[in-house]
């Protein structure tokens, strides 16, 4: 079946789009664990996904990923040099009969998953330059607030083949709060850096599209589905924008990646999917997964949800003496902690703060990371104090 160009104008009536994303036949009966206030978790809601974020309960979900239609506007069959014919996305569920329709479907899939977001959830939504520009100014018409645009580079891509255009060889992620003023929003900083050799992690990441064993195929070995997203995508996402228990809903489910990655992750899932065959590949796929062990998963506490630990409650704690001399790492400057928990520089008083950057002749500077205690000939950063009554803060706690 061959679409109009979306965008382009002509008559409607020629156009034969039999599932596009604002359908005319949606499922709408609730099905079990659907009612408002029951929580349908790890589940696969089979129905279009604005009537079933409808059923869901306001402000129930922590991270959202959508991966919604491209609307690639395919106009023909695409071969190799060869003649072989390529495998291309030319499924009706990807046909908007224009641009104005596509927009109509994305505002009202987004007004929906907003009305489902807690306040201080995230979501991501994936897309080509087909679609993601609209998706993005739509995304800031509505309120949301972009925090990041990714870029997935394909390690992989497929070549152009008629040699018209450069290789297509990225996806844009839009990464977004609902509003500027979400401010407490989980960015699992800490641990990415660390996993990152501790370099903070870029916006810019280079993942193979799936392949070999991930892709998931029928008996006669075709692909289950056209657009399947790796898992190494996923699990980046929701190792970087959840937390062990959290729950993340996906209205674009299809093979069910978020699923199977969210399950091995020790997150929770709404999957809601309007193909009943993608519906039981993702359920047969999503029963394989093994959770990964608690201890390689559980929720660590970052920096930022930390209590806040005053220099002076470091000296009230006995961790750290009055007239006791701080050295910065280089040993260029010196400064002497003070009995109410300020530091000296000579004549200058201040906090960690203040006199380090004083002593460095900078505007700011981290004095936890700056100033360094010695122990028996060895020089730590007095930040290893502040961690060490954080610790017993939270063993007293407990
Ligand atoms: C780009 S694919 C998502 C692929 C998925 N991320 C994966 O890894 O397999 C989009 C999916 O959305 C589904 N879809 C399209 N319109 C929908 C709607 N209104 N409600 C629910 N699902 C829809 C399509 O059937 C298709 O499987």
């Given at each position: 079946m061959r679409s109009q160009r979306a965008g382009a104008p002509g008559p409607?009536?020629?156009?034969?789009?039999?599932?596009?994303?604002?359908?005319?036949?949606?499922?709408a009966t609730p099905g079990?664990?659907?009612?408002?206030?029951?929580l349908p978790v790890n589940e696969i809601i089979n129905g279009d996904c604005i009537e079933a974020m409808a059923r869901l309960p306001p402000e129930c979900v922590d991270l959202v990923f959508a991966d919604p239609?491209?609307?690639?506007?395919?106009e023909s069959r695409l071969s190799r040099p060869d003649q072989s014919r390529v495998d291309g996305?030319?499924?009706?569920?990807?046909?908007?009969?224009?641009f104005s329709d596509y927009d109509n479907f994305t505002r009202a899939w987004l007004i929906a998953v907003r009305r489902v977001m807690k306040q201080d959830a995230t979501i991501f939504v994936i897309g080509s330059y087909h679609n993601i520009f609209r998706a993005g100014s739509i995304l800031q018409d509505q309120g949301f607030w972009i925090l990041n645009d990714i870029i997935w580079r394909k390690a992989n891509p497929m070549p152009n083949?008629?040699?018209?255009?450069?290789?297509?060889?990225h996806e844009t992620l839009i990464w977004a709060t609902?509003?500027?003023?979400?401010?407490?929003?989980?960015?699992n900083y800490e641990l990415l850096k660390a996993g990152n050799e501790d370099c903070q992690v870029r916006s810019d990441w280079f993942l193979p599209i799936c392949t070999g064993a991930e892709r998931l195929k029928d008996s006669s070995g075709r692909?289950?589905?056209?657009?399947q997203k790796p898992e190494a995508l996923l699990s980046r996402i929701l190792l970087a924008a959840s937390n062990k228990d959290g729950v993340v809903l996906d209205?674009?489910?299809?093979?069910?990646t978020t699923g199977a990655v969210a399950k091995r992750l020790g997150r929770s899932f709404i999957g809601i999917e309007r193909d009943a065959s993608y519906v039981s590949a993702a359920r047969a796929r999503i029963a394989g997964v093994e959770p990964l062990p608690r201890e390689a998963i559980a929720a660590v506490a970052d920096k930022r949800s930390e209590p806040r630990i005053p220099f002076a409650a470091i000296i009230e704690a006995g961790l750290i003496r009055p007239g006791e001399i701080l050295t910065d790492e280089r040993k260029r400057h010196a400064a002497m902690v003070r009995a109410d928990g300020t530091v000296s520089i000579g004549a200058v008083t201040g906090s960690i703060h203040k006199t380090g950057a004083l002593a460095q002749g900078l505007?700011?500077?981290n004095g936890w990371t700056f100033w360094q205690f010695e122990r028996d000939g060895r020089y730590a950063p007095i930040d290893a104090l502040r961690s060490l009554a954080r610790a017993s803060l939270r063993q007293a706690a407990e």
């Open positions: 409607k009536a020629q156009i034969k789009v039999m599932r596009t994303g604002i359908s005319p036949a949606r499922s079990p664990g659907q009612a408002q206030g029951a239609p491209y609307n690639l506007q395919l996305v030319d499924d009706d569920w990807d046909k908007f009969a224009s083949f008629r040699g018209r255009r450069f290789t297509n060889a609902k509003s500027a003023g979400a401010k407490n929003y989980r960015f692909k289950v589905h056209p657009t209205p674009f489910f299809g093979s069910g505007p700011a500077c």
